[in-house]
């Protein structure tokens, strides 16, 4: 799975963060949020689309609880900067709820595997072979979520704007 990330996403339990880090580590907590703290979104939306290039395809990636709000206006802002050669479409969804990376985590439970995510491809929507898929989601932590929802479109990269997970494959 190849995974484009606008920043790079440091724990606090590492080493101190420098400015740009907890930065960093702020905007990326704003994006779970639905309230929409449009500076963080309108930021890191701009970073994440330098890294692309239209035509393109950007599926939100839906949140723990199935929720398409966050990410879906992380899409849309992502699509407005790259022009009308970049779409967005709502492919996915999940079919159950799942316990949120960030609680895992606390609890000190391992990642969930992608095929226990339950993230299924929406009945109709079809995607053109030669267009770039990305799916759109505020950090990657393991690379799980984003390898089940390459799983339920057969394409696609990851496009996030913070990177927690170190060891990228292709």
Do not use: W
Request: positive net charge.
């Amino acid at each position: 799975m190849i995974i484009i990330a606008a920043r790079r996403y440091v724990s606090p339990r590492e080493r101190a963060l420098t400015p740009e880090e907890a930065e960093t580590r702020k905007i990326a907590y704003t994006l779970k949020e639905r309230a929409f703290g449009e500076e963080s979104f309108t930021k890191a939306a701009g970073e994440m689309a330098a890294l692309i290039d239209p035509p393109c395809v950007l599926v939100p990636v839906p949140a723990s609880d199935g929720n398409l709000e966050a990410n879906g206006r992380l899409a849309l802002l992502i699509a407005e900067q790259l022009g009308p050669r970049a779409k967005v479409r709502n492919a996915l969804y999940r079919i159950h709820q799942i316990v949120s990376q960030c609680t895992r985590h606390r609890n000190k439970l391992g990642p969930l595997p992608a095929e226990a995510h339950g993230i299924r491809r929406r009945k109709g929507i079809m995607f053109n072979v030669n267009i770039p898929v990305y799916f759109v989601d505020n950090v990657v932590t393991s690379g799980n979520t984003l390898e089940a929802c390459r799983l339920a479109i057969s394409i696609g990269r990851g496009l996030v704007f913070a990177d927690a997970y170190r060891s990228h494959q292709a």
